[in-house]
Nanobody, 124 residues
Framework: QVQLVESGGGLVQAGGSLRLSCAAS????????MGWFRQPPGKERAFVAT????????YYADSVKGRFTISRDNAKNTVYLQMNSLKPEDTAVYYC?????????????????WGQGTQVTVSS
């Protein structure tokens, strides 16, 4: 069982930045592909970004490409999401997720473990 705890959400003005963190409670963290998803108010959860076991491979949703950066520190069992140039449409609850699957994993049903989510609100 892997427990994930997100932090770093909050209220920010459009154009600002936030960095989300997700700490994992497993010593085998480096064996998991990690992902970030988000769920805007009244909408379904959607893929944001994913990173491979080693951190050498990343993939982003088109809506965040060039603005968000996913990274991981396997020594700290933590994955990050640096969010720059934030827009009001980025407002959502952000979730991190873990899967033992390799490759580019972009669908939520392929992830086995989820955090509780952290709220990001971008004001215009």
């Amino acid at each position: 069982q892997v427990q994930l705890v997100e932090s770093g959400g909050g209220l920010v003005q459009a154009g600002g930045s936030l960095r989300l963190s997700c700490a994992a409670s497993t010593v085998t963290f480096r064996r998991y592909t990690m992902g970030w998803f988000r769920q805007p108010p009244g909408k379904e959860r959607a893929f944001v970004a994913t990173i491979s076991w080693s951190g050498g491979s990343t993939y982003y949703a088109d809506s965040v490409k060039g603005r968000f950066t996913i990274s991981r520190d396997n020594a700290k069992n933590t994955v990050y999401l640096q969010m720059n140039s934030l827009k009001p449409e980025d407002t959502a609850v952000y979730y991190c997720a873990a899967t033992p699957r390799s490759g580019v994993v972009t669908t939520d049903r392929q992830y086995d473990y989820w955090g509780q989510g952290t709220q990001v609100t971008v004001s215009s």
